[in-house]
């Protein structure tokens, strides 16, 4: 390698080793990463987004990848590249830290001598009996000491947490870990979605790239439910949906696997089998009813009997008169409510709503016959969201890493206490790599007990 | 309920405080700063009884739920950990005055909290029933509530270098009553060292709570990736001091600005972006 070839390299290195390249890559990533929450993203992208801008605008956005901006090539390649900084950070500064740590230099130099917090005490005893004396008054005070002859002193170095000025690469390694798990997710796993209707059984998940994954065993949806908080005041049930509840058979081959039949599945309470999951994130109506179901009151009589109602056709009332549905409606705030026509022969039909969350209301209505609505024929489906992520335990092992890192970085501190004995006299030192104040505290108290020893 | 009325109180002994800490500023008599905090400390008991009680009160009318669900309580709660996190620090390291420049965050919290928020107890949609909830919320919040401090903090710091820098620094003076510039560069700094572990903590506990309820820990959503732009200008801040040797003015500037993309994260994301944080809607 010739001399430019090795500078070249050379630049590279440093390049990727800076930190001033660290500090772009935050700010960049925390500029950049704004567009995203500003421009909606793929798949959540609302149709009628694309009338408000221009087509222009679209086309340039769409070469920028704004609309699936994180994961665009340039917003990957940032990532990528704070990665490799990290890397190479840590390859350049470990191996002195690691040095530091595990080889300390256990004579005080004359520089540090200057510079840190220093306290001087009378001997009495010989300069060996002293040095044992300090060095027994350290190991129990303080931390076993390494004694070291310079010349006509001795020096008695201590140290307490020296590794815990590795925990800022605890951090950084956390950080590779995390990216690792999400590697191994994306690679080893998929997401997914299928919408069970109750009574039938699927083996298939759509995964989210549009290919359908094969479970491995089969999944039965019981039965789905919803149910409502009861409405402030009284008065039944209210809009506010209380649970969402999946009943779930899992077979294998058509065989019952023990501990998953009948299995709860609810928002916040998935269901895991062979390292596949099943949340619950949606439901719906699976078909169109054909029997609408009605208790009728007759008010006079206080007698009430069951009425079943279908579309297009008359039904005849326990009074005489005739009647059939004409609508369904779902609307925010009232929830299912039929519409229904009543009519007495030849007269004109009249029409009126019946509400299934509020039983009560008919009764307002003063009919000699009262409905309640009690439901209809249509089956529920429940849409259940399927993920397979083996990499979700190196992301939590990596997020544990990050948190023991960020205390051992931030709260603990590598607390050195040298002592100079000399003829007739000792010098004791102290340096914190953090937290001065507290320290001195400390190494103040240390040699104030010290002094007041005879040695 | 009486839960409302404490808060009331709490809104009341804030307000007080703040205006003593005020008279403390100008006047630098030592028993109105020791007032100030006392008024800080009364409304921290007073609303801490107050928030128990709410919650209290939530399973009376059979809804069951800490009280950390909606705007108002989270507002509240933001409120309070500011005052936690101030009280931490003035009896750590006895620099009382900087309340002067904290309380009134903690009182505009209470004040837009007890003013214009709705204060009913609502029942929880099902995607928030989950312990995770109480460990999200008060990580994410006292970390937000040390980076409020860290800001006030560097405001101070900002208007102390700029009077000393015009050599206004006679004697008596307003700025006087100020800790030393090292020292308000010094609490910066510590505040987010307290705020950053707790944010980190924040994130991984709402990934992994989002995890168990939709099974996705990371999905890019506005709230989320605001969080992230937060924790990246805070590490931006931490490793410039570090090994940039950014101290002072730049690191009081980078605290603020931290600070306002907190509150951005916390407010703006929910109401005027959208996303899967539910409780910015406002009615």
Known sequence: ?455 | MLSAKLFNATTIFYMASTLVFFGYLAGRNKHVGTAASALAWIGFVVQTAAIGLRWKESYDIGLGHAPMSNLYESVVFFAWSIVLIFGIIDIKYKYRIIGAFVMPFALMGMAWAQLYLPTDINPLMPALQSNWLLYHVITCFLGYAAFAVACGVSIMYLIKAKSEEKGNEAAGGLMSQFPPTRALDDLNYKAIMVGFPLLTLGIITGAAWANYAWGTYWSWDPKETWSLIVWFVYAAFLHARFTKGWVGKRAAWLSIIGFAATIFCYLGVNLLLSGLHSYGNMS
Request: proline share 4%; net charge positive.
């Open chain 1, 1 to 455: 390698m010739s001399t430019n070839q090795r500078g070249f390299v050379q630049q590279v290195w440093d390049f990727f080793c800076s930190l001033k390249l660290t500090l772009f890559l935050l700010i960049t990533l925390a500029i950049t990463s704004i567009i995203g929450t500003v421009i909606p993203q793929y798949p959540n992208i609302d149709e009628r987004y694309w009338a408000t801008i221009s087509a222009g605008r679209k086309a340039l956005y769409e070469k920028l990848g704004f609309f699936d901006m994180y994961h665009s090539w340039w917003f990957l390649a940032l990532l990528a590249l704070f990665c490799i900084n990290l890397i190479a950070c840590s390859i350049k500064r470990l191996p002195h830290v690691f040095k530091f740590v595990s080889e300390p230099a256990t004579t005080i130099s004359e520089t540090q001598q200057k510079i840190f917090p220093c306290k001087e005490l009378k001997l009495e005893g010989s300069l060996d009996a002293s040095r044992d004396k300090l060095a027994a008054f350290l190991g129990a005070r303080f931390a076993t000491p390494t004694i070291t002859q310079v010349g006509n002193q001795y020096h008695l170095f201590a140290q307490k947490n020296a590794w815990c000025r590795l925990g800022v690469y605890v951090v950084h390694f956390s950080i590779l870990v995390i990216m690792a798990g999400t590697i191994i997710g994306n690679i080893g796993g998929y997401k997914g979605f299928v919408a069970i209707v109750e009574g039938e059984t699927i083996n298939m998940v759509k995964a989210r790239n549009g290919k359908d994954v094969p479970l491995g065993f089969e999944v039965k949806c019981d039965q789905f439910t919803v149910s409502f908080y009861d409405a402030p005041g009284g008065g039944g049930p209210s809009q506010m949906p209380k649970e969402f509840k999946s009943i779930l058979t899992l077979t294998e081959n058509g065989k019952e696997i023990p501990g998953y039949k009948h299995v709860r599945v609810v928002v916040n309470e998935p269901l895991t089998y062979k390292g596949i999951t099943f949340y619950q994130s949606s439901y719906g109506q699976a078909n169109d009813p054909s029997q609408f179901f009605f208790t009728v009151k007759q008010r006079e009589s206080g007698k009430s009997e069951q009425v079943v109602l279908r579309p297009g056709s008359q039904t005849r009332l326990p009074d005489g008169r005739s009647a059939s549905i004409v609508d369904l409606t779902d609307n925010p705030g009232e929830g299912l409510a039929a519409v229904l026509g009543v009519s007495d022969k030849g007269a004109e039909p009249k029409f009126f709503k019946v509400y299934k969350n509020n039983p009560g209301l008919d009764d307002l209505r003063g009919d000699r016959l009262i409905f309640t609505f009690t439901g209809t024929d249509a089956r529920m489906y429940t849409g259940l969201q399927v993920n397979k992520d083996p990499g979700v335990w190196v992301v939590w092992a990596g997020c544990l890493m990050m948190c023991l890192g960020l205390c051992i970085a931030f709260f603990m501190s590598h607390k050195r206490v040298w002592i100079v004995v000399q003829h007739g006299y000792a010098r004791i030192y102290g340096n914190a790599s953090k937290n001065q104040p507290a320290f001195l505290t400390e190494f103040e108290r240390l040699a104030e007990e010290l002094q007041k020893q005879t040695i």
